[in-house]
């Protein structure tokens, strides 16, 4: 996608008006139709550029300072993502110690922002209208709200965590192993709806009945590593996907198997090594897994690799 003069303009527009650079991304896509990524967006305003190898600027003239002229307000978007807002602002006492009135003095949101630190310089000044008043010399650091993306995230990882009872009994007829290695599913670009028949089909094979199963889960089963934004593991920015919905219908794939698993097999063994694009979200859902399924023989590891014994086969 090509940067165009209006697009950056729109940016800084938008920048200027206190909104976060993901909310930019979506004003952006609502006026234009055009999928702009949040860390896009925040590089540009940091660096003035699209590229993403382009470094901060480091002297005063940095791209990351916008001032507002009419506002007389300095804003400087800061690398950790937070925004520091500099301005002079007339109030009480009692207004400066109103967290939602300094926001808005600042013109920020307080729906959208949280204060991180706040110093406030008190001054008065000779008024030909109105005498003397009081002034303050403002400065505020402030960060995006939590967005609720991650409260549901975290309901759906938590409302089940009981463990659950399969139906369990042991068959000594059943001398085959079963090994189903599950790599690349990338939830959230995959869909429960695009697997369905694949998925029947695995269940009748595991209903055959096995002495050993072991469920493999190689990697990148989920899209993205974070739940606010689509990235990897480095940070490389993806198409965005809805990532509470992803774990969740990870969740119900992942829990078919396993429970016809336990159903079918006298042992179940369930192990599993990172992937580039989820490494750290999988291994919290590994742990979840095992915790889920107390029957099972669940290997949570934070490695890349990983080898073990079925029998006499490595």
Known sequence: MRWTDEYKNRVTELSKQGLSSSKIAQRLFDEFGENFSRRTVSQYLSTGSTNRRAKPKSNQQSDNKVKDVKRGTEIVINKDGSTTSSTTIQ?????????????????????????VSARNNFWQQNSQENGLIDLYQSKITVKPKVDNDIKRAVEVLTR??????????????????????????????????????????????????????????????????????????????LEDVDMPKAIDEAMQFTEAIVVTALENANTVMIKSVGGNHDFDISYMFMIWIKERFKQAQ?????????????GHVL
């Open 91 to 115: 109030m009480t006492s009692e207004q400066a110690k109103d967290p939602d009135f300094v926001l808005r003095a600042h013109g920020f949101n307080p729906d959208d922002w949280d204060i």
């Open 160 to 237: 089940d965590i009981k463990p659950i009872k399969v139906k369990h009994s042991l068959d000594s007829s059943r001398k085959r192993n079963l090994v189903i290695p599950i790599t690349d599913n990338h939830w959230g670009i995959t869909h429960l709806s695009d697997v369905q028949d694949k998925l029947s089909e695995l269940l009748d094979i595991i209903k055959q009945g096995y002495g050993t199963i072991v469920i493999e889960m190689i990697g990148d089963m989920l899209h993205s590593d974070k739940i606010n934004s689509t990235e990897t593991v480095s940070g490389t920015i």
């Open 298 to 310: 669940v290997d949570v590891n934070n490695r890349y690799r990983t080898a073990y014994l079925l």
